[in-house]
């Protein structure tokens, strides 16, 4: 499986934007998938996640209610739509995929990982 994030930019505080990532290879819909996020001298945390199955939905704390996961298993891709941005939202946001299995907030979990896209917001 390869994954492409897109949909980062430069956003004023406030505003919104959408993050795709798209998924080659079979079988997207046995995939658990995963949000990541990094900033500049801090460790990658967990933003939010779907499952492969149902699309239970987890997020952080520090987003939830901000930030909406979604997927769309016949385009094979997995959203996320991020409202009220804030600027301690600015980092480069990944996305993951697991297949199967649960734990989708432990990035060792994950099978497969995609190349980042920046994310600012601006004050």
């Known amino acids: 499986v390869q994954l492409q994030a897109s949909g980062g930019g430069l956003v004023q505080a406030g505003g919104s934007l959408r993050l795709s990532c798209a998924a080659s290879g079979r079988a997207f819909s046995s995939y658990g998938m995963g949000w990541f996020r990094q900033a500049p001298g801090k460790e990658r945390e967990f933003v939010a996640s779907?499952?492969?199955?149902?699309?239970?939905?987890d997020y952080a704390d520090s987003v939830k209610g901000r930030f909406t996961i979604s997927r769309d298993n016949a385009k094979n891709t997995v959203y996320l739509q991020m409202n009220s941005l804030k600027p301690e939202d600015t980092a480069v946001y990944y996305c993951?995929?697991?297949?199967?299995?649960?734990?989708?907030?432990?990035?060792?979990?994950?099978?497969?990982w995609g190349q980042g896209t920046q994310v600012t917001v601006s004050s």
């Open positions: 779907i499952r492969w199955a149902g699309g239970t939905t």
């Open positions: 993951a995929a697991r297949y199967y299995g649960l734990g989708l907030r432990e990035e060792r979990n994950y099978d497969y």
